[in-house]
């Protein structure tokens, strides 16, 4: 095999994508990118559960220091506490008037 040919694809293999930090804004925007590059990168849940805690800032990793060990390693218990603590009452209201697509 070629030798740039197969560094090329080690190094396709430790490419990691990542979104930027969440500091605010739309959360569940936010977790639908972190899991569109969790799948680009292969991550299961448990890695997932890892690794995304890494990108949180101000009042979201607030939240998320405030967990259980038991919840800080269950992805889907920290995406839907801080889904649920992040997103603005107006908005809850708004999706589930429109049957949980708000529109933008």
């Not at 740039?4 to 979104?19: N, Q, R």
């Not at 930027?20 to 739309?26: L, N, V």
């Not at 292969?42 to 997932?48: I, P, V």
């Amino acid at each position: 095999m070629d030798p740039f040919a197969m560094v090329k694809g080690l190094m396709a293999e430790w490419h990691i994508s990542v979104p930027t930090s969440f500091a605010g804004g739309d959360v569940a925007e936010w977790f639908q990118r972190f899991e569109i590059c969790s799948r680009a990168n292969r991550w299961d849940a448990a890695e997932k559960a890892l690794k995304h805690s890494a990108l949180l800032e101000g009042e979201a990793l607030t939240i998320w220091i405030d967990l259980s060990t038991e919840e800080k390693e269950n992805y889907e218990t920290v995406k839907q506490t801080l889904t649920s603590k992040l997103t603005p009452a107006s908005f809850v209201t708004l999706m589930n008037f429109t049957g949980g697509s708000a529109a933008r």
